[in-house]
């Protein structure tokens, strides 16, 4: 690939370039040259776009695919070039699919299928054998194999003497467990926030305190254990609170943020629309604020699309039985545009690299070219044509977002939205 890029603002705030205009040449997967008016004597392919900016490739650290098992929700093939043209430069794969990613040769699995691909797949291994919460999986074996963490997706482990020894046990190569935290007997049969909306609706609630109770025994797990700990998609003020106040102490926690949970809240549930059935549940809007200032404080390190691919069969039904979760690659910078600054999403879909131990990217002569383009005026609609993903369960159908992705620079690859 030889490549001009032309007349792009960079965001990148370790890049001496930073809110520069500049031309970029890329040769054969390097940035090999950035300044004004470049000459291309050797005829490069040449790309402009209206209000190019560009940026480190963003990185999402919560994905599902499906594949293998589930080959009807997502391939990983398409998810990737989904992934691709939403901007996603790398994605961390979860490990719910059938079977479970819970050994050496299934990370091996996923990761040959992956190969070639421009946005690269990082495999999170399961912290559990078939994520059953009751016997630890092989996290030493699938680490040597190319797993970058370890955890049972969306499921909240109940014994925490196995959680303690987690994170005792994976100090001595350096892992990272991820702790989704809400108490099972807490939520019970709860399908929404606990609320206004769910008692207006009819809905069975889940507290709050389902998930600040799970997030503060985790803290405390960690505090007596030491170790790293990364706990997913919090959803309400007081675990940003919780885990503010961890940081102050010293502890190596770090915490990621859904976009729905940033943009959405209970009050989408009055459509009864089953795509909007979340896990953890949309909130209110004073969660939703305390979350988006807990991005800006930096106490929320990652922001993630937690994109779940659904079949149909188990969205279309009713509230109660339908499965929780929403597809969300395509619609995350859009709608993250509206409600931060450019520079703090560059920053939140990138910082994840840094936390799962990847190498970050740079804007920098002599720096592998790893980037993400976009422009982040102009509003629209999210509507069903614009999701690429084979399954359709997006909570954002109808809502309105801000600013366009061009594509992205990766593996020596160059993949644009035509």
């Keep these: 690939m030889k490549t001009i890029i032309r007349s792009a603002k960079i965001i990148d705030s370790k890049s001496p370039f930073h809110n520069k205009t500049v031309d970029i040449l890329i040769a054969d997967g390097w940035i090999t040259k950035i300044g004004n008016a470049l000459a291309n004597p050797e005829n490069y392919q040449e790309i402009q776009y209206d209000n190019l900016h560009v940026s480190p490739g963003w990185f999402d650290s919560s994905v599902s695919f499906g594949e293998p098992g589930f080959e009807d929700r997502e391939t990983i093939e398409n998810g990737l070039q989904v992934a691709a043209k939403s901007g996603f430069t790398g994605i961390a794969l979860q490990p719910n699919s059938f079977p479970i990613i819970d050994n050496q040769s299934q990370v091996h699995f996923v990761k040959s299928k992956a190969q070639g691909a421009a946005t690269e797949l990082f495999p999170i291994g399961a912290l559990t054998k078939g ?62 926030n606990e609320g206004i909306v769910s008692t ?15 997030v503060a025994r985790n803290l405390f797990l960690l505090e007596y254990t030491g170790g790293k700990l990364h706990i997913p998609t919090i959803s309400t003020a007081k675990s940003v609170a919780l885990i503010q106040e961890a940081k102050a102490k010293g502890l190596q926690v770090s915490c990621s943020v859904a976009v729905h949970h940033l943009v959405l809240t209970d009050k989408k549930l009055e459509e009864f629309d089953t795509r909007s059935k979340l896990s953890p549940p949309l909130r209110t809007e004073t969660d939703r604020l305390a979350l988006i200032e807990g991005v800006k404080n930096g106490t929320i390190d990652i922001i993630t699309s937690d994109h779940n691919p659904i079949d149909i069969e188990h969205k279309k039904m009713d509230f109660d039985t339908a499965k929780g979760g929403t597809i969300g690659l395509e619609s995350a910078f859009g709608a993250l545009m509206t409600v931060l600054p450019v520079e703090i999403i560059v920053e939140k879909l990138t910082f994840g690299r840094i936390i799962f131990g990847l190498v970050t990217p740079s804007i920098t002569e002599g720096a592998k070219a790893n980037l993400s383009l976009f422009n982040p005026e102009g509003k629209s609609t999210f509507t069903t044509e614009a999701i690429r ?11 309105e977002i801000k600013g366009k992705v061009y594509g992205i620079a990766n593996q020596d690859q160059l993949i644009l939205n035509h």
Excluded: C, H, W
């Design 131 to 192: 994520s059953e919460g009751k016997d630890m999986a092989e996290l030493f074996d699938m680490k040597n194999a190319g797993a970058i963490a370890f955890g049972d997706y969306n499921r909240s482990l109940d014994n925490a003497n196995l959680l303690k020894i987690a994170l005792q046990y994976t100090q001595d190569f350096d892992g990272l467990v991820i702790a989704f935290s809400q108490d099972e007997k807490i939520k019970g049969n709860g399908v929404a």
């Design 200 to 214: 207006r609706l009819g809905l069975k609630g889940i507290p709050n305190l389902a998930e600040e109770l799970q």
């Design 389 to 399: 993903s084979k399954s359709k369960n997006s909570a954002f159908i109808g809502t």
